[in-house]
Structure formats: C-alpha cells, structure tokens
T-cell receptor
Framework: GIQVEQSPPDLILQEGANSTLRCNFSDSVNNLQWFHQNPWGQLINLFYIPSGTKQNGRLSATTVATERYSLLYISSSQTTDSGVYFCAVEPNAGGTSYGKLTFGQGTILTVHP | NAGVMQNPRHLVRRRGQEARLRCSPMKGHSHVYWYRQLPEEGLKFMVYLQKENIIDESGMPKERFSAEFPKEGPSILRIQQVVRGDSAAYFC?????????????FGSGTRLTVV
C-alpha cells in the first residue's frame, strides 16, 4: 500500500518562531489532508490539499502532487499550536480506496512560551 | 450543522465486557468511516459503511469487532469480549457521497479504556 512519511518526528519551538513540516508519499493520491490533534485528542482538519497552495491565517500548505510531497507552514507559532500534526492521503486507486486514508506517523510539535 | 458526533467521549470497560461506540454523521451524510488510534501509533482505517451496507471492512480485526449503519440512527462500532489491547481512541468520519472533494471531517473520538 501507499507509504506516508512525515518529518521531523519532533519539533520544539519558542513562541513566535516559524516552522515547516513535511509529508512525503509514495504514490498518486486523490486526497491529501493535514490534521492537528490537540492535547485533548481531538482531530482538527486543517487543510484539504491534494494539490496547490492554501492559506488559513498563520497556517499555509503546499502540495506538489507530481513530486509526491506536501509542506505545512506554521508562522508566528503560539503555545496553542502544540500537539501532533498528521498528514493523511487517500490513494488514487480507481475508486477502491474511498475513505481509506493512510496517516503518517505525525510530527509532535511543542511550542514553549 | 453539528458536525460528526461521537459518544461516549470516554468509555471504561472491564475485560470480557462489550463496548458500543456511536457515530452520528454530519447532516445528510450517508457514508461513514471508522478509524482506530492505538497508543503510540497513527490512525488506521477500520471500516467504511453506507446506510445498511458494509462497503469495505478490510481494516477490521477478524474477531470480536463488528460495525453497522442502520437506515435510522447512528453508526455503531461494537467490540465484544474486550481485551486490554482494544484500549485506543476510535474516530469516525462521514461524507455525502463516496469519497470527498472537500476533505473528511472527523468526530472528536471515543477513548476506550479496558481495565
């Protein structure tokens, strides 16, 4: 099946710093999403971004589908950004993979005040 | 639109008991997907259901686990004779049709603890 690798596995920042999280995937995809799992365990959908670039406040994401990677940018980080960031992909498998997201192992982000 | 609702948020069961987890999809959605997050592991797909049908159960453990999505009411993930290894967070997502063009939205999850 499709492989999803995220880097770095851990990231520690001071409040106000910027960061870039990376997601590499091994095959073509219908869907790519970035999620934030907060310290209470809730899974928050950040971006649906199978290709192109999107921005939402201090967060932005870019997916280069032809090169099979996606980047999540966090600017001016805040302590509330702490948590685990997951990249998840839905393979382009001719309709047999609907809803079968494959998640990366996540990047654990800690933002200190 | 209340989003995807899961209950209970936390569930404690003794070994050998049954666990029933509920997922109410977003209004108008008829496709539901269940995922499990074991401690120290990422989320993994379990099962995809449409109203009254199981579409893909390739991620479901072969024994003790079952899922349904009746014509009326929420989707239910049922775990019989729970063991400590079933302790995990269980999430569900829903969509209007097969697949998505805007991303899957997940519920807040049910955290199952088996004691």
């Amino acid at each position: 099946g499709i492989q999803v690798e995220q880097s770095p596995p851990d990231l520690i920042l001071q409040e106000g710093a910027n960061s870039t999280l990376r997601c590499n995937f091994s095959d073509s995809v219908n869907n790519l999403q970035w999620f934030h799992q907060n310290p209470w365990g809730q899974l928050i959908n950040l971006f649906y971004i199978p290709s192109g670039t999107k921005q939402n406040g201090r967060l932005s994401a870019t997916t280069v589908a032809t090169e099979r990677y996606s980047l999540l940018y966090i600017s001016s980080s805040q302590t509330t950004d702490s948590g685990v960031y997951f990249c998840a992909v839905e393979p382009n498998a001719g309709g047999t993979s609907y809803g079968k997201l494959t998640f990366g192992q996540g990047t654990i982000l800690t933002v200190h005040p | 639109n209340a989003g995807v609702m899961q209950n209970p948020r936390h569930l404690v069961r003794r070994r050998g008991q049954e666990a029933r987890l509920r997922c109410s999809p977003m209004k108008g959605h008829s496709h539901v997907y269940w995922y499990r997050q074991l401690p120290e592991e990422g989320l993994k797909f379990m099962v995809y259901l449409q109203k009254e049908n199981i579409i893909d159960e390739s991620g479901m453990p072969k024994e003790r686990f079952s899922a349904e999505f009746p014509k009326e009411g929420p989707s239910i993930l049922r775990i019989q004779q729970v063991v400590r290894g079933d302790s995990a967070a269980y999430f569900c997502a829903s969509s209007l049709d097969r697949g998505t063009t805007s991303g899957y939205t997940f519920g807040s999850g049910t955290r199952l603890t088996v004691v």
